[in-house]
């Protein structure tokens, strides 16, 4: 099993993308087929993007086990209060200021369900929402 | 169908490789290795971008190219070759004249890459409008590009537009003019004049699976050489008809924007290598979204700064600027009665674009899992300064080549300077390992040693 970790800090998007990046560059040199390889990167970077502009902080690990993928993004912060909603195209809670750096469509929760095999969001409010993706190959 | 090597152009003259590590330092693919003190090119990972070249402070970098001498196998004689030729003569000397000192060279037809542009601007904009296709479009221009997707983004070669470059296009163009006015096919000599060493790959081993029509290479560098000594002052012969074709977007075509200005409501140009891979890394990840078109090229200042130029290449794009407005829009010019436009289009249909990872540890996903689990467990001992004077280009990169067995924890000089002072090397053992790697007698002090004596960089 490969196991890869990454820390990520609420509010910064310059780092955010980080793990999906390194991650990608494992993948492929486990050579792993390329249309899952970008699924996952595109999950995993929406992913890192909700912790930059909605959490405290959180952690990324990635783990490559036979034939899956599991992703588990863990974040420190206000937790998501209606997760049904969140799920929805065009739903978004983020603030005025990351809209203005042009995140903050409410596409990231559609797009990560779209792209990933199977997608568990668990949240507690005022505690932190874990986000955990899972892909096949 | 098994893949194949790609063919590659660069070269390495082993003489006079110093065993630096310039080239290794800029490669944007890892592909350069320093071994036995001479650098050697993984030809898998290679995209012939030209970036060694540029480094190499003792020129060891060549290209290879056919001589000239073979164009006279043939009656009829091409040069073909991109705009950027004439954008890098000085003012003085005329498109007339340039021309002329080609003819005196021995050719009998002159055609610019760029002539019937406009086949490919209809062609792209009908494949731009299918519904259904991956967004943005990368087209097939630039070479070194296309590998470089092939071998590092696997995942992009499905939005690459499968149409051929330019020169393909002029090249069956230029033919079949010819065997139109009664030529036959082996009296036919199309030599392509290249700006960089990716075009000569490209034409060695095309990107789709049909066999080039061009039949020899010559490097820009020694011709445009050749041209500067035998222009003449006087122009006595008309060269007019040879650039019928000529259009104003096709002079430009090269230069950056050249593509991106025709295709596409969003599209985006971005020049040199490095800037190109940080992008398709964004790409990939999702992050750029809303564009239908990209041009990328490999070297800055697109094919005006192409590695085989000797003009400059600000001054080069300032000049073909200037010229391209002596010449009409493809949209003002009448298409050519005689032309075959279907026969031409189709010649320029590429079946499919296959990717071919080159940075895979193996093919079998569990046994690459093993290495990497390996290669994670040897990254904890090296020192992370990335330092290269084991002769890879960085701590990860030679982690890897040891799971490959290409190289050994001795390589890492820190690490073997760890284990001397633990006891465990003896000095001559960890001396002796070294010069393995940079070569006998490398480190003895000597004031004439290569690189050193008035070869300062």
New interface residues.
């Given amino acids: 099993?490969?196991e890869l970790k990454f820390r990520i800090e609420g509010g910064d998007f310059d780092r955010a993308?980080t793990a999906?990046?390194e991650t990608?560059?494992?993948l492929?040199?486990?050579?792993?087929d390329?249309?899952v390889?970008?699924r996952m990167?595109?999950a995993l970077?929406?992913a890192e993007v909700n912790v930059a502009a909605h959490a405290w902080r959180g952690e990324v690990t990635v783990s490559?086990k036979?034939h899956q993928i599991l992703a588990v993004v863990k974040d420190e912060g206000p937790g998501i209060a209606d997760i049904g909603r969140a799920m929805l195209e065009g739903f978004s809670t983020a603030s005025p200021k990351v809209r203005e750096m042009g995140f903050g469509a409410g596409m990231g929760l559609p797009?990560m369900k779209k792209n990933a095999d199977e997608l568990k969001v668990e949240s507690t409010p005022d505690v932190g929402t874990t986000v955990t993706m899972i892909f096949d190959? | 169908m098994v893949q194949e090597v790609f063919h590659h152009a660069i070269q390495i003259d082993e003489a006079k490789c110093i065993g630096c590590i310039h080239c290794m330092r800029v490669c944007p693919t890892e592909a350069i290795r320093i071994k036995d003190g001479k650098a050697t090119i993984i030809q898998e990972r290679c995209i012939d971008c030209g970036q060694c070249m540029r480094a190499c402070p003792a020129k060891a970098f060549y290209i290879e190219q056919n001589d000239l001498k073979m164009i006279e196998q043939y009656k009829y004689r091409i040069a073909l070759f991109p705009a950027v030729l004439i954008g890098q003569f000085p003012d003085k000397y005329s498109e007339e004249q340039i021309y002329q000192a080609m003819m005196d060279l021995g050719f009998t037809h002159m055609i610019e890459v760029e002539q019937p542009i406009k086949v490919l601007i209809d062609l792209t904009r009908e494949y731009l409008r299918e519904e259904m296709i991956p967004k943005p479009c990368i087209s097939t221009f630039c070479p070194a590009v296309v590998r470089l997707i092939q071998i590092?983004y696997?995942?992009l070669?499905d939005n690459i537009i499968p149409i051929k470059a330019p020169h393909d296009l002029s090249a069956h163009f230029i033919r079949q003019a010819l065997i139109n006015q009664g030529a036959k096919k082996e009296e036919i000599g199309i030599f392509y004049i290249t700006p960089c060493a990716a075009k000569i790959s490209a034409v060695k081993s095309p990107v789709g699976d049909q066999p080039s029509v061009v039949s020899g290479v010559i490097s820009m560098n020694d011709f445009y050489n050749k041209l500067r000594q035998i222009i003449r002052k006087e122009v006595t012969i008309d060269t007019r008809q040879q650039r019928w074709h000529l259009t104003r977007e096709g002079i430009l075509w090269s230069t950056s924007r050249g593509e991106s200005s025709r295709f596409g409501n969003r599209a985006i140009a971005i020049d040199g290598i490095h800037s190109v891979v940080k992008f398709f890394?964004?790409l990939?990840?999702?992050?750029v979204k809303g564009f239908d078109f990209l041009e990328m090229r490999a070297c800055d200042q697109s094919c005006a700064g192409g590695i085989l130029l000797t003009g400059n290449r600000f001054t080069t794009t300032e000049r073909l600027e200037q010229r391209s407005k002596n010449y009409p829009s493809y949209l003002d010019k009448d298409q050519d009665p005689e032309l075959d436009i279907k026969s031409l289009t189709a010649s320029l249909l590429i079946d499919e674009i296959k990717?071919h990872?080159a940075?895979?540890?193996?093919?079998?996903?569990?046994k690459?899992?093993e290495k990497?689990?390996k290669a994670?467990r040897i990254i904890c001992f090296l020192p992370g300064i990335d330092c290269g004077a084991c002769g890879a280009p960085n701590c990860q990169a030679l982690a890897?080549d040891m799971v490959q067995g290409k190289a050994k924890m001795s390589d890492c000089v820190f690490l073997q300077q760890r284990w001397e002072n633990e006891g465990r090397i003896g000095t001559g053992k960890a001396f002796h390992n070294m010069e393995k790697r940079w070569g006998e007698g490398r480190f003895n002090a000597d004031c004439n040693k290569r690189g050193r004596r008035n070869e300062g960089f």
């Fill in positions: 099993m490969i993308g999906s990046s990608k560059k494992v492929k040199q486990l050579n792993i390329p249309k390889v970008k990167v595109v970077y929406e490559v036979d797009n190959f | 590092k696997p995942a070669t890394d964004r990939e990840n999702g992050e990717p990872n940075f895979r540890l193996d093919d079998d996903i569990s690459a899992m990497m689990s994670q890897e």
